[in-house]
């Protein structure tokens, strides 16, 4: 195994994984695990060695900022934006 537990992965299987650990984290609403989520996009951007951030606005509530440079400074800019809360679920008994 490698550092990160996967040796003898494809980039495909890796991702899944990394989505599956991601959609384990609890981000349903009334009480989102905001710093769940920031933890493991902290250590995903630390994995792939993209520089990240975070401010709080709203206390409780961070705003994550992970930054690629990119090989051109004098292209535009690229943005992609999410927010990591998701809506109740109705489970079914």
């Given at each position: 195994?490698?550092?990160?537990?996967?040796?003898?992965?494809?980039?495909?299987?890796?991702?899944?994984?990394?989505?599956?650990?991601?959609?384990?984290?609890?981000?349903?609403?009334?009480?989102?695990?905001?710093?769940?989520?920031?933890?493991?996009?902290?250590?995903?951007?630390?994995?792939?060695?993209?520089?990240?951030?975070?401010?709080?606005?709203?206390?409780?509530?961070?705003?994550?900022?992970?930054?690629?440079?990119?090989?051109e400074p004098?292209?535009?800019?690229?943005?992609?934006?999410?927010?990591?809360?998701?809506?109740?679920?109705?489970?079914?008994?």
């Amino acid at each position: 195994l490698d550092k990160h537990g996967f040796s003898g992965m494809s980039e495909e299987d890796i991702a899944v994984r990394k989505f599956r650990e991601y959609l384990r984290i609890n981000t349903e609403q009334p009480i989102p695990d905001y710093y769940g989520c920031q933890a493991f996009l902290y250590t995903l951007a630390d994995e792939l060695g993209i520089a990240r951030t975070s401010h709080e606005m709203v206390p409780g509530k961070p705003i994550i900022i992970m930054t690629i440079p990119g090989s051109e400074p004098a292209l535009p800019a690229l943005m992609l934006y999410s927010h990591t809360d998701v809506v109740p679920t109705f489970r079914v008994r």
